[in-house]
């Protein structure tokens, strides 16, 4: 990453500089803090407080104000936390300030927590992000001579926090879990013509050959051999090979426990013979791998981070395409468990692939099994834009997601496993359809999914609709938001720590 990123021990008093952005709770009667209120009369005549109360600024969560001022801080950015602030009230708020710093045209930043967040928790969330804000995801545009444009802060101090050991290691573990993210940002924003199966495994591969993971890439031949018929069937369409991708990462010592994280792998889905109609809806399709990103961005990380657990990657990696192999509705296929599954919509093909995946990873004899997919528009209707539901029938399994849900900030909602709704997959010729009825569709993709897991903990997480943002807003970006690789880390560094 370019942004630079460092622990000061400088406190606010004696800082001089650029930029400073000077973070504030909000209280029933907000004032400007000391020591500014001195500065302020001593030598900016007045010139802060007079800017507060024209902006009307109260220190209400993701509010700025920000003036030019003689020195010895020549711009000063006020931003809000509102009250009661949480650690993702702070990511957002820092976001938001560089945001304001940006267009001011600062390069060095500095900035002021409160106290209660300089404890590795807190420096974590403002590492993180600071590097996601910088992102920048510019690859496929020609240089520009607007320079205005693009982000030209480049160096970032947090004042008043010695770099001690743990702080150290929040520094690190913020830097490597957002290049996760971002590398998980660049896989969902490239275009189905540059990121396809045999991309994403590629993408794997040179995981391992930098960070020293194993990986074995299974092709066509492999995949029939293990009985795929669930994957291989959605994939014979595409004239590209599919891939099935399994990464793992081993630590040095003795490992805690044995996982395995599931990524849905579709670089672009047409719909098949059930065409998408939607022109907006299809030309988004590039973005129903966002799952795969995740876990690939997961494995970077973990592989740096060096955790004392046992972690598979996998990932069934294919189109699904229209051409005279296609599926046709109401074929019937067999997936590697020997489940048959009647087609009744081809484009209900992401649950396929993750059937044959679900039942490798069960093979392996982990502990548990979590699956990320962009598998329904019915969880987008359900919790709108920003949240991903979570499926999963085991309790503890459930409580260990949504703790890290509320530290990473990428918010999880726990969906019911409604078993009544099974009905609605009954197949007259099949053991179940690929599909059930409108209603509750979010449910029965889950409860297909269930099928292909029979003895070990299990969990679903549908991200529909937070992997992708139109807005701009904290330290999101639009397109790609990279989502899941925080939440994952989260959970993998919590499965870690304990005992």
């Not at 979570?390 to 949504?402: C, G, I, K, V, Y």
């Not at 997959?425 to 449910?443: H, Q, W, Y």
């Not at 549908?462 to 959970?491: F, H, M, S």
């Amino acid at each position: 990453m370019s942004l630079a990123l460092e622990l000061v021990p400088t406190p606010l008093e004696t800082w001089e500089g650029e930029c400073l952005l000077l973070l504030q709770t909000a209280t029933p009667e907000w004032h400007l803090p000391q020591p500014l209120r001195d500065w302020d009369q001593q030598r900016w005549q007045g010139l802060l407080q007079e800017t507060i109360q024209e902006t009307q600024f109260t220190a209400k969560a993701q509010t700025t104000c920000a003036v030019r001022l003689p020195g010895p801080i020549r711009k000063l950015i006020l931003v809000g936390l509102g009250d009661n602030p949480t650690l993702e009230t702070l990511r957002r708020a820092v976001g938001t300030g560089l945001r304001q710093a940006n267009s001011l045209k600062a390069k060095q930043v500095a900035i002021s927590l409160p106290e209660p967040f300089r404890d590795p928790q807190g420096v974590r969330a403002v590492a993180e992000a600071c590097y996601l804000t910088a992102h920048q995801d510019t690859r496929f545009k020609s240089p520009s001579p607007d320079s205005d444009k693009s982000f030209q802060v480049s160096s970032i101090s947090l004042l008043a926090i010695s770099p001690q050991p743990a702080l150290t290691v929040a520094l690190t573990q913020a830097q490597e879990i957002a290049a996760g993210v971002i590398l998980a940002r660049e896989l969902v924003n490239a275009p189905a013509n540059i990121v396809t199966p045999v991309t994403l495994a590629e993408t794997a591969r040179q995981l391992a050959q930098t960070y020293g993971l194993e990986v074995e890439v299974l092709g066509q031949a492999e995949c029939e051999a293990l009985g795929m018929g669930a994957f291989l069937g959605v994939a014979k369409a595409s004239d590209l090979p599919p891939q099935f991708i399994h990464l793992t990462y081993k630590p040095t010592g003795e490992s805690r426990g044995k996982l395995a994280l599931i990524g849905k792998g579709l670089t672009f889905d047409s719909g098949g013979l059930n065409i998408k109609t939607d022109t907006r809806s299809i030309a988004m399709m590039k973005t129903d791998m966002g799952g795969a990103a995740a876990v690939l961005g997961t494995a970077r990380a973990i592989a740096r981070l060096g955790i004392p657990l046992e972690v598979h990657f996998l990932v069934a990696a294919t189109e699904n395409m229209i051409s005279g192999r296609a599926l046709h509705p109401g074929d019937i296929l067999t997936a590697s468990n020997q489940k048959t599954i009647e087609i009744n919509n081809t484009d209900a093909e992401g649950r396929l692939t993750l059937a044959d995946a679900l039942v490798f990873a069960e093979k392996l004899e982990v502990d548990a099994i979590v699956d990320l997919a962009t598998l329904t528009g019915a969880c987008v209707i359900a919790l709108g834009s920003e949240i991903a539901g979570l499926f999963t029938p085991d309790e503890t399994l459930a409580q260990e997601l949504l703790a890290a849900s509320h530290s990473s900030g990428e918010k999880i909602w726990r969906m019911p496993l409604e078993e009544s709704y099974n009905e609605g997959l009954s197949s007259l010729v099949a053991d179940l359809k690929n599909t059930g009825p409108r209603e509750g569709g979010a449910i029965t993709a889950a409860l297909f999914l269930k099928n292909f897991v029979h003895k070990t903990p299990w969990a679903h997480i549908d991200i529909a609709a937070p992997v992708w943002t139109e807005r701009e807003g904290g330290y999101t970006n639009k397109g790609a938001t990279g989502y899941g690789v925080r939440l994952l880390c989260q959970w993998l560094l919590n499965r870690a720590n304990q005992n």
